[in-house]
């Protein structure tokens, strides 16, 4: 069991649970009776034909899958003094109730052509009022707590809360036929759906006003939705969509839920058919409440014993092991329906002493019930024992109920733990929504289909709505695909769920390092220090043609192309950045890894520049020689005095050996106030002695240049990082910025060599003013700082290579999202 205590402030309240079960309660009961309306009283109320009906009820769905990930971008980007969540639920509840009362006020005298369209249409806008509900609800539960337990635990209770509806469905099998209640199934039909929607508002809006998930205030990288950004907000939507899908994690997470969950589906009305016209000759009347106890005692055990005993083995074993116990009794449990739903065994057992008291005490108590429940109107309640108690139909049911049972308690709470990955390897804004969404589209869509061919299996088997008396071959196949069906899938889901990896451990360790990001504070780093240039010039910036290239039309396609052009002619030089993944300033590089990395640079680039000579970064400047690169050498400086001496000594030794084009000491030192000018100066003095041969330099700020003609006079060549993204400038005038800072140092310079020794655009994180990180962005940078370095034969060394998720802890979520090539070694900008 798991030894860690969930902290008090990742604790859940006992309300926010119960509100947040009570939308659950909502997500269940819509579909269901939906379900319960589509696959049977759409057949015998209105008389649909079984193959009409399943793709009135498959075909929208298929809509509503695509409008789930649409829905679930919007609310991850959605900003509003009442959450990026909240305001969805509560209109999606009203929009989606109020819409299900008007689909079902059918006339049983109309056409089965115009009651068809009828569903048809109001169904597709009801689904997408559902989607305004469901998708932002999905979302706030994963959102709600980040401990891996507490998850569970809410999940748990919000599946217990939403089996409740399951426990209700099923009686409108027994409700809408009964004479006593309705004149007719039709009315019983447009009556329930009124009692129905107006509950569903009810509790519908109770997440809204009651459940909090993270605050939308703290999330400053979302996209921004509106008309004008619609383009935009379809690219980064088919991104994150992209992003997502790599996630190897959560697509064995929606594989396992699909194949699950939609076998049951696919066969979800075979057993009220195999009760009703295989056990009961096809009388409804004589089947009386059977049905409706089936499926509401699978709901009942479901949620007060499977799911509690799911979510213990989950804290004690693990969510993979419990997933994989759970589908394997619901294995066991498919497979007992043989037995179960065998008339002469049903048959055989009442005529034991065990089946004839147990069938005496259960009419012992309905005869007496039964008057009262008569009385008030509630004879539809009543049971009739007089024709037999099937009672084995309800032993499969504690085993087959743990597949349902354990599939959302489960895989919700694992999708959780999903977000908490993708934002660890992807950085913000995180995307609950976008991940609810599309698990939610694989459920959908597999129901689309499940239902589809659920009315293709009832026509193949030679099932007819229209009459009672179904062949025998027809119900003995019809029982078959009962057990095959959804044992088949079950099987599958546990073969892909045997090595899904994302423990209680490794979520932990994943929290804890989300963590430290959000705890330590960034660091001015980068020449970050408050719009120097507008302090330091008089110019007016604005786009130059000759070398700002207009993207106004261009398709992103086109930026894509531009990019690849651009790349593909080379770079003066290149920022290498050597840290794999997980790998911190601290760790000793590996050459192997230096090695392959060079490998992937070296067609683009004619420089590499390195940051350091010790922890295995002395290996960069020998191994770009032997593959034909200059390298730019950098000693790395700081107030330890003890190791800059080790890094001087082996930058003065890499020199000698033939390893140093370009010699730098130190990065960034007087920025950020780590020496005196006068001591930079006496360590650059010592390594241009020590290699005369060889030009040395410092990299710093441009501003810090344009301040110090000192620092000039100890230098050979001029090294200044430029980055207007920093200093907050916008992208379109971000290439005239740089150009002014080159400018500004080029004539202080005395003549000498000015290079740019950094400047470059991040892809994704947090914006800074009106510098806003995007994939777009960072391409057009770049292909236009290359456009005027070479056209005008600048030195540049773009930053930077890789991305870099060490930076996390220094500048924000952004400073890991500089890299051409990403974390995985793979380009960006394709």
């Not at 999330?219 to 619609?230: A, G």
């Not at 593909?568 to 950045?577: A, E, I, Q, T, V």
């Not at 290439?735 to 080029?746: D, F, G, I, W």
Request: some cysteine.
């Amino acid at each position: 069991m798991s030894e860690i205590k969930t902290p008090e402030e990742d604790k859940v309240p006992v309300g926010q649970k119960a509100a947040f079960g009570a939308g659950h309660f909502v997500l269940n009961l819509l579909p269901g009776v939906l379900g319960v309306y589509l696959q049977v009283f759409i057949l015998t109320a209105f008389g649909m034909d079984p193959v009409w009906a399943g793709l009135l009820g498959g075909l929208p769905r298929i809509f509503d899958a695509l409008t789930d990930p649409v829905m679930g971008f919007i609310s991850d980007n959605t900003k509003s003094r009442y959450g990026r969540r909240r305001p969805y639920i509560f209109s999606g509840a009203i929009i989606s109730g109020i819409l299900f009362i008007l689909m079902w006020q059918l006339d049983e005298n109309a056409s089965m052509t115009y009651n068809f369209w009828y569903v048809m249409i109001l169904q597709i806008l009801f689904l997408v009022g559902n989607t305004m509900f469901a998708t932002p609800l999905v979302g706030l539960g994963y959102e709600m707590s980040p401990d891996y337990n507490e998850r569970t635990r809410l999940m748990s209770l919000a599946n217990s809360m939403g089996q409740i509806a399951w426990i209700i469905v099923p009686w409108l099998y027994v409700i809408i036929p009964d004479v006593n209640t309705f004149d007719n199934p039709a009315e019983g039909v447009r009556t329930m759906a009124f009692i129905v929607g107006g509950v569903c508002i009810v509790f519908g809006i109770l997440p809204a006003l009651f459940c909090k998930g993270v605050d939308a205030g703290d999330m400053e990288d979302r996209e921004r939705i509106n008309l004008k950004t619609l383009g935009s907000n379809l690219r980064e939507l088919y991104k994150g969509i992209v992003q997502v899908s790599k996630n190897k994690p959560f697509m064995k997470l929606c594989g396992a839920t699909f194949l699950v969950f939609n076998g049951f589906q696919l066969v979800a009305a075979f057993s009220v058919f195999i009760i009703v016209f295989y056990m009961f000759q096809g009388s409804w009347e004589v089947a009386g409440t059977w049905p409706a106890w089936f499926n509401s005692l699978n709901a009942v055990i479901t949620a007060l014993i499977v799911i509690p005993i799911v979510s213990k083995m989950a804290t004690k074993i693990g969510k993979r092991k419990a997933f994989l116990i759970a589908t394997f009794l619901s294995i066991v449990g498919y497979i007992l329906k043989w037995w179960g739903f065998d008339v002469e065994l049903n048959e055989q057992f009442n005529e034991t002493s065990l089946g004839e008291g147990m069938t005496s005490a259960l009419g012992s108590v309905f005869n007496s019930l039964n008057p009262y429940l008569e009385s008030i109107g509630a004879s539809w309640f009543t049971i009739d024992v007089e024709n037999g108690v099937p009672w084995l139909i309800f032993l499969p049911i504690p085993f087959f109920a743990f597949g349902m049972g354990g599939l959302f308690t489960l895989m919700m709470s694992m999708t959780a733990d999903v977000c908490d990955l993708d934002e660890l390897e992807n950085g913000l804004p995180r995307k609950e929504g976008t991940f609810g969404a599309i698990y939610w589209w694989m459920v959908k869509v597999g129901q689309a289909l499940a239902i589809i061919l659920s009315g293709v299996i009832l026509k193949i088997v030679g099932f007819d709505q229209n009459i009672t008396d179904q062949t025998v071959e027809t119900m003995t196949n019809l029982r078959i695909a009962d057990i095959i069906v959804p044992a088949s899938t079950a099987a599958l889901a546990f073969i892909v769920m045997w090595k899904y990896d994302l423990d209680e451990k490794r979520v932990r360790e994943i929290g804890s390092e989300l963590k430290k990001r959000k705890a330590l504070p960034k660091r001015i780093s980068s020449s970050h220090h408050g719009q120097s240039l507008l302090s330091l010039t008089s110019s007016k910036l604005a786009p130059d043609e000759k070398y700002d290239i207009d993207f106004s039309s261009k398709s992103m396609k086109e930026i894509q192309g531009l990019f690849s052009t651009m790349l593909n002619k080379g770079m003066h030089g290149l920022c290498f950045s050597p840290y794999e993944e997980g790998q911190d300033i601290n760790d000793e590089l590996s050459e192997d890894q230096i090695r392959r990395r060079i490998e992937i640079v070296k067609p683009y680039t004619s420089w590499l520049r390195s940051f350091s000579c010790t922890g295995g970064n002395e290996h960069i400047p020998k191994i770009a020689h032997q593959n034909g690169l200059k390298s730019m050498v950098g000693a790395w400086i700081s107030e330890d005095k003890s190791q800059n001496r080790k890094e001087l000594d082996e930058l003065i030794k890499l020199g000698k050996a033939g390893h140093v084009d370009i010699a730098v000491v130190g990065n960034e030192v007087l920025l950020r106030k780590e020496l005196s000018e006068a001591e930079l100066v006496e360590y650059i003095q010592e390594v241009k002695t020590a290699l005369p041969n060889i030009p040395v330099g410092y990299v710093d700020a441009y501003s810090v240049f344009y301040e110090r003609p000192s620092l000039i006079d100890a230098c050979d060549v001029i090294l200044i990082n430029c980055y207007p993204f920093w200093e907050g400038t916008e992208i379109e005038i971000s290439t005239a910025y740089l150009r002014e800072m080159y400018s500004l140092v080029e004539t202080k310079a005395k003549g000498k060599p000015v290079i740019i020794a950094e400047t470059g655009w991040p892809s994704r994180g947090e914006a800074t003013e009106k510098a806003v990180p995007t994939q777009i962005n960072a391409m057009k940078y770049f292909i236009n700082v290359n456009n005027w370095a070479n056209q005008k034969q600048i030195k540049s060394f773009y930053f930077s290579s890789f991305d870099e998720s060490w930076k996390t802890r220094h500048e924000g979520d952004v400073g890991q999202r500089w890299g051409i090539w990403d974390k995985k070694e793979e380009l960006k900008f394709k």
